[in-house]
C-alpha cells in the first residue's frame, strides 16, 4: 500500500476543503481568488488563499493526484519540512511571476495549487532527472519541454491556463531544491544548468521585450 506522509494528507486535505468551500460559495470563492486589481488594491493574502482554490472537481483532483504520486519523493530526499518550504515557496513563486507579468491587467484572476505542484516536479525533476515521466520520458526532458511549453503559452496566451504560476512555481522548486541540496552543484552539474536553460530563456526573453 503506498505510504502517503501526513504532511501530503494535510496539504491535500486544505485544497479539498477550501476548494469545496468555494464550489458552494461564490461570494468566498471570488473574495478569496488570485485577482490582480485586488490584489495592487491591498489585498495580498489572495496571493496565497487562490493557491488552494479550484475551478472544478476535476481541476481539483489533477492537482491532488499530481501532488500524491510526488510528494513522496520530496519528502524521502529533502524531509518533511523541506517538502513543505518547497511547496509554499513554489505557491509564492507561482503568484509573484502571475503578479509580475499581468501586473497591468487589472481584470487578471487565477485559481488552483498548479503553481505549488509543479514546484514539487520540478524538484523531483531535480533530484532523478533520468526517471521516468508517463512510463517512458527521461524526468529532464519533460521538465525543460513543459517550461518551454510554458513559455510557448505565456506568449501566444493559449487556453485558460496559468503558464506564469506554473513557471513561478517550477522556478520555486528549483531554487529550494538547490538550497536544499547544494551538493548537486557539484555532482550533477550538468544537469543543474540544463534545467535552469528555460529559465534564462524567459529572462532573456523578457528582457528583450518578447514575451
Given at each position: 500500500?503506498?505510504?502517503?506522509?501526513?504532511?501530503?494528507?494535510?496539504?491535500?486535505?486544505?485544497?479539498?476543503?477550501?476548494?469545496?468551500?468555494?464550489?458552494?460559495?461564490?461570494?468566498?470563492?471570488?473574495?478569496?481568488?488570485?485577482?490582480?486589481?485586488?490584489?495592487?488594491?491591498?489585498?495580498?493574502?489572495?496571493?496565497?488563499?487562490?493557491?488552494?482554490?479550484?475551478?472544478?472537481?476535476?481541476?481539483?483532483?489533477?492537482?491532488?493526484?499530481?501532488?500524491?504520486?510526488?510528494?513522496?519523493?520530496?519528502?524521502?530526499?529533502?524531509?518533511?519540512?523541506?517538502?513543505?518550504?518547497?511547496?509554499?515557496?513554489?505557491?509564492?513563486?507561482?503568484?509573484?511571476?502571475?503578479?509580475?507579468?499581468?501586473?497591468?491587467?487589472?481584470?487578471?484572476?487565477?485559481?488552483?495549487?498548479?503553481?505549488?505542484?509543479?514546484?514539487?516536479?520540478?524538484?523531483?525533476?531535480?533530484?532523478?532527472?533520468?526517471?521516468?515521466?508517463?512510463?517512458?520520458?527521461?524526468?529532464?526532458?519533460?521538465?525543460?519541454?513543459?517550461?518551454?511549453?510554458?513559455?510557448?503559452?505565456?506568449?501566444?496566451?493559449?487556453?485558460?491556463?496559468?503558464?506564469?504560476?506554473?513557471?513561478?512555481?517550477?522556478?520555486?522548486?528549483?531554487?529550494?531544491?538547490?538550497?536544499?541540496?547544494?551538493?548537486?552543484?557539484?555532482?550533477?552539474?550538468?544537469?543543474?544548468?540544463?534545467l535552469a536553460l528555460p529559465i534564462v530563456l524567459l529572462l532573456v526573453l523578457e528582457k528583450m521585450g518578447k514575451i
Amino acid at each position: 500500500m503506498y505510504n502517503i506522509d501526513i504532511a501530503t494528507i494535510a496539504i491535500i486535505a486544505a485544497n479539498v476543503l477550501v476548494s469545496m468551500k468555494g464550489f458552494s460559495d461564490t461570494t468566498f470563492f471570488e473574495r478569496y481568488k488570485f485577482s490582480i486589481g485586488a490584489i495592487k488594491a491591498g489585498q495580498k493574502e489572495r496571493m496565497a488563499t487562490s493557491g488552494f482554490l479550484h475551478v472544478d472537481i476535476s481541476h481539483l483532483l489533477f492537482n491532488m493526484l499530481t501532488l500524491y504520486f510526488f510528494a513522496d519523493v520530496v519528502i524521502a530526499w529533502l524531509g518533511v519540512t523541506q517538502f513543505i518550504i518547497v511547496y509554499l515557496v513554489s505557491l509564492f513563486g507561482g503568484s509573484l511571476l502571475a503578479l509580475y507579468f499581468h501586473k497591468d491587467e487589472p481584470y487578471y484572476s487565477a485559481v488552483g495549487a498548479s503553481g505549488a505542484v509543479m514546484g514539487i516536479v520540478y524538484s523531483v525533476v531535480l533530484l532523478q532527472p533520468f526517471s521516468p515521466f508517463y512510463g517512458f520520458i527521461p524526468a529532464f526532458v519533460f521538465g525543460i519541454g513543459y517550461l518551454l511549453y510554458s513559455i510557448y503559452g505565456m506568449k501566444k496566451r493559449l487556453g485558460n491556463i496559468g503558464h506564469t504560476a506554473h513557471f513561478g512555481g517550477a522556478i520555486g522548486g528549483y531554487v529550494c531544491t538547490l538550497i536544499f541540496m547544494p551538493s548537486l552543484l557539484q555532482t550533477d552539474t550538468l544537469m543543474v544548468g540544463l534545467l535552469a536553460l528555460p529559465i534564462v530563456l524567459l529572462l532573456v526573453l523578457e528582457k528583450m521585450g518578447k514575451i
